[in-house]
């Protein structure tokens, strides 16, 4: 099993900048893929950024430019740095890992969270105006 931890949401007023963290325990040592992806209640989970062990990354088609993934591998840990944030950014952010890569995809994916087998609690993230 992999445990998975996020940390670094909070209130924030548009145009700030945040950094969510996730660190992972269990075995692997390293997860493959770990990402992130962010849900807003009674909406569909959006994903925003994905990151291989390897440091290929992906992200989700309106996520580029303000949202910048990183990840540890000695450290297990993913990071999310959030940038010039707005209102529309106000949703739970959650971490997600797989173990190993998926045959389907070139690299890891946020085009849809059946990829990922494992789930943090999430992070809330609020921006007000």
């Known amino acids: 099993q992999v445990h998975l931890a996020e940390s670094g949401g909070g209130s924030v007023q548009a145009g700030g900048s945040l950094t969510l963290s996730c660190a992972a325990t269990?075995?692997?040592?390293?997860?493959?893929?770990m990402a992130w992806f962010r849900q807003v209640p009674g909406k569909e989970r959006e994903g925003v950024a994905a990151?291989?062990?390897?440091?290929?990354?992906s992200y989700g088609d309106s996520m580029k430019g303000r949202f910048s993934v990183s990840r540890d591998n000695e450290k297990n840990t993913l990071s999310l740095q959030i940038n010039s944030l707005k209102p529309e950014d106000t949703a739970m952010y959650f971490c997600?890992?797989?173990?190993?890569?998926?045959?389907?995809?070139?690299?890891?994916?946020?085009?849809?969270?059946?990829?990922?087998?494992?789930w943090g609690q999430g992070t809330q993230v609020a921006v007000s105006s």
């Open positions: 997600a890992a797989r173990k190993t890569k998926p045959s389907w995809r070139l690299t890891c994916s946020v085009v849809g969270d059946q990829d990922y087998d494992y």
């Open positions: 269990g075995p692997p040592d390293v997860s493959y893929c």
């Open positions: 990151m291989d062990s390897d440091g290929r990354t």
